[in-house]
Structure formats: structure tokens, C-alpha cells
């Protein structure tokens, strides 16, 4: 990782950061054993040919601090992703284990719809994050130990998958699962020294 920092001035500053990740695909995942469910017709399978999953990270800030408690911070980020991992469903018929007591569709007769875990191809996922903070210091009393916290992200995040074979191909772009597009939090936020409280709103 690579992270650089410039002052404009004490309370203004860019921020540029570059890292390079690695994440290997779990055990589990690489196992080549199946597990089937025959109460649900369902089954998963590893695949040891499983690549790690590799990215290139990007951030920029742009941060400005009011007083000590106080800033407004604007960031972007692009990830360059490459082999993330997703489950594939096919329908197999899978030998010597009993009969499937239901048919999940779209399979047929004694077939199990099998789940497994392949790479998908070149992704990325890139966004916006608007941050803020702020304790009303300025106000009399226990009022100067209140404060807020707030942030917005917004999040495009796709990979190529390939929903066919090496010899015919079928690759789709889709979302990556797991994630929101937009994302906000808003926090309220009692500090004195001797006693902190925060309540917190987030959705996604």
C-alpha cells in the first residue's frame, strides 16, 4: 500500500492512497467434495481450480477540519477486481446418493441443483463518500457536548460472470451481491469526558 498526503494549509487537506489486495477462496470453497440435501434438492460443490481474488484500490479525498471536532471530508474510490467469487447453479444428477425428495426448479427427474463456487472475471467497484462532523461547542451549558456525524455513499459495483462452459461461454455483467448502491448514516453524539453516548440511524 501506498498512502500520500498534502497540506494546502494546517486545516486542508488531499489524501491519495493506492493498495494492492489478495484474498484467497476458503477451504471450504476449494474442496471438491459435494454435500447434498435430499430434503431440499439442493447441493453445493468446491472447485479447487479457484483463483484468489485480486484487486486494485484507488482513494482521493479532499478533507477540510473546522476546529478539532469539525470537518467535511469528499472521497472517491475505484477498485479494479479480478476473480470474484460467486456460486453457479447447475442441475446434475449426482451418483450414489438417494433421490431428491423435491425437484427445484429448473431441474428435472432425480437431478439436485448443485451450487458452485467459480471465479467470476474483471470487476469494479467505484463510488462517492460525503462525510461531515460537528459538536455544537459554540452552544451553553451540557448543549456544548452534543454533536452530530453524518455520511453518504453512493456505489456502482459489477463483474463479469460466466454463467456457460470454457467452450460456450455466457458471460453476463451483474451487480455484486451484498452490496447498496446508495448508503447513509446519521449519528447523534454526547461526549463530556466522563460520560459518551452515541444513537445511530443507517440505511442502506
Known amino acids: 500500500s501506498l498512502n500520500l498526503t498534502y497540506y494546502l494549509d494546517p486545516d486542508f487537506l488531499f489524501r491519495f ?3 494492492k489486495g489478495l484474498t484467497r477462496a476458503g477451504f471450504g470453497d476449494l474442496n471438491p467434495s459435494i454435500s447434498v440435501s ?3 434438492g439442493t447441493g453445493s460443490l468446491g472447485n479447487p481450480d479457484q483463483r484468489p ?3 486494485d484500490n484507488y482513494d482521493l479525498s479532499i478533507e477540510r477540519y ?3 471536532t469539525s470537518y467535511v471530508s469528499l472521497g472517491v474510490f475505484d477498485k479494479q477486481l479480478d476473480g470474484f467469487t460467486y456460486g453457479v447453479n447447475d442441475c446434475e444428477t449426482v451418483p450414489f446418493s ?3 425428495s423435491i425437484v427445484v426448479s429448473p431441474c428435472t427427474g432425480n437431478q439436485y441443483l448443485i451450487t458452485r463456487s467459480v471465479n467470476a472475471g474483471k470487476g469494479y467497484a467505484r463510488g462517492v463518500e460525503l462525510a461531515g462532523q460537528t459538536f455544537f461547542d459554540f452552544l451553553p451549558g451540557m448543549w456544548r457536548h452534543f454533536g452530530a456525524v453524518a455520511s453518504f455513499t453512493y456505489l456502482d459495483a459489477k463483474n463479469d460472470v460466466n ?3 470454457a ?3 455466457r458471460v453476463v455483467s451483474v451487480s455484486l451481491p451484498f452490496q447498496s ?3 447513509y448514516s446519521v449519528q447523534g453524539v454526547y461526549d463530556d469526558g466522563k460520560l459518551s453516548a452515541r444513537l445511530v440511524y443507517t440505511w442502506r
Open 17 to 19: 492512497g493506492y493498495s
Open 38 to 40: 435430499p430434503a431440499g
Open 53 to 55: 481474488l485480486r484487486a
Open 66 to 68: 473546522f476546529t478539532s
Open 98 to 100: 438417494p433421490n431428491p
Open 163 to 165: 454463467f456457460g462452459s
Open 167 to 169: 467452450a460456450t461461454p
Open 181 to 183: 448502491k446508495y448508503n
